[in-house]
């Protein structure tokens, strides 16, 4: 009850196209969804969150898509930049913890 | 001020050492965090301190020991590890422990 199932493990894609990485949950408590990106050498930053109140959410060239009936939630990111190259962990938490559960990531490669 | 400081950046220990991880932050954050990362894992939670007292301990061994000796700094005292602990430890803060997560850029340890 407590995974969160993220795909593509790895992901390529060219300059200027749309990268989309999905993620799946289980536990119906979650109300807390955000995706973190992580540079090697560094720390992971949050990139954008959502809640369930809501369908989407768009920040710039971010915007995570939520399905409370599929327990499926995925971002996009449009017109990707060689700069958004990066590994990605979507992750969920309820709202009463700290308990933050991360999917796998994903690496995301965009060619210039 | 919006960073999470970590020192050192990297630490390379023998199995009978004693070594200390230092996260500092000035956010005036009243929860802080210890993460453990495998190379391209998501971060594992390990310790959080809510107003200076440890709120959660995910069964982490003992060689690894938690302390929070004022509102602003963590560390996290090693000893007598094993070469599986060899990790990125990622300290993180937030306003309280239901809110944003700030990571630090972490330690990359190697146990000898």
């Known amino acids: 009850q407590q995974q969160v199932k993220q795909s593509p493990q790895s992901l390529i894609v060219q300059k200027g196209g749309i990268s989309i990485i999905n993620c799946a949950y289980e536990n119906t408590a979650f109300d807390y969804f955000p995706w973190y990106q992580q540079f090697p050498g560094k720390g992971p930053a949050l990139l954008i969150a959502i809640r369930p109140d809501v369908s989407e959410k768009k920040e710039g060239r971010f915007t995570i898509s939520f399905n409370k009936s599929a327990k499926q939630f995925s971002l996009h990111i449009m017109d990707s930049q060689p700069g958004d190259s990066a590994t990605y962990f979507c992750a969920a938490s309820r709202a009463s913890g700290s308990r933050l559960t991360f999917g796998e990531g994903t690496q995301l490669t965009v060619n210039p | 001020d919006t960073e999470v400081t970590q020192t050192p950046k990297h630490l390379v220990m023998g199995m009978t050492n004693k070594k200390s991880l230092k996260c500092e932050q000035h956010m005036g954050h009243r929860a802080m965090y210890w993460y453990k990362q495998k190379a391209k894992k998501p971060p594992e939670l390990m310790f959080v301190?809510?107003?200076?007292?440890?709120?959660i301990n995910e069964s982490v061994p003992s060689r690894f020991s938690p302390e929070c000796p004022n509102s602003s700094l963590l560390n996290l005292h090693l000893h007598a590890l094993q070469p599986e602990d060899s990790a990125l430890y990622l300290c993180a803060s937030s306003r309280t422990m239901n809110e944003k997560l700030f990571f630090g850029s972490g330690t990359q340890l190697s146990v000898l």
């Open positions: 301190y809510s107003y200076e007292k440890l709120s």
